[in-house]
């Protein structure tokens, strides 16, 4: 296939609001390096890392909870998910679906060109792919999907054998694997039970259907108004997160405390959460979404032999399974809304204010 010298592109030009990003058609295309794949991105979907980082909130400076405008006191110099600075310009987006159009020349699998592929957004070292010190994010310090092409690590790249069409399998790659990653973390099994706050989101409502996958017992925690969209996953019970107890509503409504709580929400309830789970259960997380800076009584932690897991860079296994359980027809993707790339802006603010069930996805048509 002949590739164009040019492309479409978002740049990310700096820190701050959605006038930070550029839609240009004339973006050298990516270069290729001997070990990657060149993807033709079909869509590419929306999530928190690529509203973070553009913000500049993952900085030690904001504590405030997350929101589509830039941090003014957010510092340069640790304002990725990694704590580091950023290269601008930067392509952003890590939930890519396309097809393979060329590899490199160190590529030995020539069978990947042509092939419909989704890409394991963590970047690893070749050398040392476990430790999580050399880790990078597609988006973050790699150019990601947001782009007609991306050059991607072979290694990252999975055929995916699946009718789903490519937006709704652009809503896989963040929300889920991160979701199963939380989950594999705290080895939540058949017959357990376990809370999830923030169930309308990619996350949550992956984390409902992994953790029904898996037989546990799962109650969801959502809006009012968004409840009625939750139930079609059919969780034991839901929860309005409005009610003034809702922690206590939620342990209620399960009969007794939780073996898992898997939260993304954070904040204020951080300590109820805490306290609603049995003697030796598990609480992890991924996400502050109502604020990083929390209190913790340390007599709940130890006393009830808690153990706290937090759950960002997964291990390579994790993607695989996932790509699986899709293929296998055992996940149902919740697709909220598509935006053209054009209106990527538009797209950014609609995953800010938190309105969706399910994930937002950047298709490359005009």
């Known amino acids: 296939m002949v590739t164009p010298d040019t492309m479409r592109a978002a740049l990310l030009l700096g820190r701050g609001g959605p006038e930070m990003l550029e839609v240009r058609d004339d973006v050298p295309l990516p ?33 405030a909870a997350t929101t589509g405008d830039g941090f003014n006191e957010s510092r340069a110099d640790d304002a990725t998910w990694g704590r580091g600075g950023l290269a601008f310009p930067r392509i952003q987006g890590a939930d890519i679906c396309g097809k393979v159009v060329a590899v490199g020349s160190g590529v030995e699998d020539s ?44 290694r990252n790249v999975h055929p995916i054998d699946s009718d789903l069409p490519d937006d709704e399998l652009a809503t896989f790659a963040c929300s889920w694997s991160t979701a199963e990653h939380m989950l594999q973390r705290v080895g939540l099994t058949s017959g357990q039970s376990i809370a999830v ?43 309005a997160r409005e009610l003034d107890d809702v922690v206590g ?80 027809g055992e996940v149902t993707p919740m697709l909220a809304a598509t935006f053209p790339l054009a209106q990527i802006g538009e797209a950014q603010e609609a995953f800010g204010r938190k309105e969706h069930i399910g994930n937002l996805v950047i298709t490359m048509g005009n």
């Open 197 to 239: 706050p923030g169930a309308s989101g990619g996350v949550g409502s992956a984390l409902v259907q992994l953790a029904k996958r898996r037989g546990a017992r799962v109650v969801a925690i959502a809006g009012t108004a968004k409840l009625d969209q939750i139930r079609v996953l059919e969780p034991a019970a839901t929860i």
């Open 249 to 328: 509503a939620t342990v209620e409504a399960n009969g007794g405390p939780f073996d898992v709580v898997a939260d993304i929400v954070g904040g204020a309830d951080f300590v109820g959460w805490l306290e609603a789970l049995r003697r030796g259960g598990r609480y992890v997380t991924s996400g502050a979404i109502a604020g990083p800076v929390v209190e913790l009584d340390l007599r709940t932690l130890y006393l009830n032999d808690l153990e706290l897991y937090g759950a960002t860079v997964f291990q390579p296994q994790v993607f695989a399974d996932l790509v699986g359980y899709i293929e296998r």
């Open 31 to 63: 270069v290729v390096s001997p070990e990657d794949a060149l993807i033709e991105v079909s869509a590419c979907g929306v999530n928190n890392t690529d509203i973070n980082t553009r913000v500049g909130w993952y900085s030690r400076s904001v504590t």
């Open 111 to 154: 069978t990947l060109i042509g092939r419909r592929v989704l890409v394991d957004p963590w970047l690893r070292d070749r050398d040392d792919p476990t430790n999580r010190e050399l880790a990078g994010y597609l988006g973050s310090e790699h150019d990601g999907g947001f782009a007609q092409y991306a050059a991607i690590p072979a």
